[in-house]
């Protein structure tokens, strides 16, 4: 990887699968939205599901930068994305270990199918 990101094409080249394996994230967040809600709640949970990735993803990047200009390295940043992405994958199994605890009652033994 480091030999491809010494020329500004080889910059390009890694961007670019960076971004087409990104490219299905928002719309997969916006499907699993529809899934799981009515589609009166999916008509604001979308748009505000939206607003807060693109914010989310444009304040990291701007963070990423900030802490390589106060620290002078993409280390310190890189280890901050860690931490940020830990901190995320607690939240989203608190919030599946939730709703797992909340269909339990209502599907019975089925709960073992889904």
Do not use: C, H
Request: glycine share 14%; charged share 15%.
């Amino acid at each position: 990887m480091r030999v491809l990101i010494r020329s500004e094409a080889g910059l390009f080249t890694v961007a670019t699968f960076f971004g087409l394996g990104f490219s299905g994230m928002i719309p997969a967040y916006v499907l699993a939205v529809r899934e799981l809600f009515t589609a009166s709640e999916a008509a604001w949970r979308v748009p505000t599901l939206l607003l807060f990735s693109g914010s989310g993803m444009a304040a990291g990047g701007w963070l990423a930068g900030f802490i390589y200009d106060r620290f002078g390295f993409y280390g310190a940043a890189f280890g901050f994305g860690l931490a940020f992405n830990a901190v995320n994958l607690v939240l989203v199994a608190g919030l599946v270990l939730r709703r797992q605890r909340t269909l339990r009652p209502l599907l019975g033994g089925a709960i073992k199918d889904w």
